[in-house]
């Protein structure tokens, strides 16, 4: 990541479509936290966000990210697995399809559904929105029975 890619003041950076997969130029809003990690690398060098003793970072598939993985007993996991639980964290969050579809950089919604999981236990709050409606007592006139005419407003 290169500081010419990056504004802190306006909350974006941006991937140059020659960095992105779908050869597009992706312009990316950033959040709080992703705003203090930018900030605490400021001045460590002059053209690269992020270094190592001083050094650019080339590579973030490395021995280093390895070695973490396994210190963290975590296995069978990739770089690119970041990628959906950031979709899937955005999805369980609340984040429409539409919304998400564009900060991640996707072209189509089909795409972002190939990232975005979401378990069962998830949709229970979406499920629970009709609660509120009182749909069966309203139904039944609170178990009395209801003509249709009755239901109209």
């Known amino acids: 990541m290169q500081w010419q890619y990056v504004d802190i ?3 974006h ?5 020659s960095q992105h997969k779908n050869g597009k130029p992706h312009s990316v809003p950033l959040n709080g936290m992703a705003l203090a990690v930018l900030c605490r690398q400021v001045g460590k060098h002059p053209t690269q966000v992020f270094t190592f003793r001083g ?5 973030v598939n490395t021995k280093a990210w390895t070695g973490a993985l396994k210190r963290a007993g975590i296995k069978d996991f990739r770089w690119h697995d970041l990628r959906h639980t950031f979709a899937t964290w955005h999805r369980q969050a609340g984040t429409p399809t539409h919304e998400l579809q564009r900060l991640g950089g996707w072209k189509t ?3 972002v559904e190939r990232y975005a999981h979401v378990a069962p236990e998830a949709l229970q709050s979406a499920a629970s929105r009709l609660d509120a409606f009182g749909g ?3 139904a039944t006139l609170n178990g009395k029975g209801a003509s249709s005419t009755e239901l109209t407003p």
């Not at 950076?13 to 479509?17: I, R, S, Y």
């Open 9 to 11: 003041d306006r909350k």
């Open 13 to 17: 950076a941006w991937v140059p479509g």
């Open 55 to 59: 050094q650019p970072i080339a590579n």
């Open 109 to 111: 919604g089909v795409m």
């Open 136 to 138: 069966y007592d309203l």
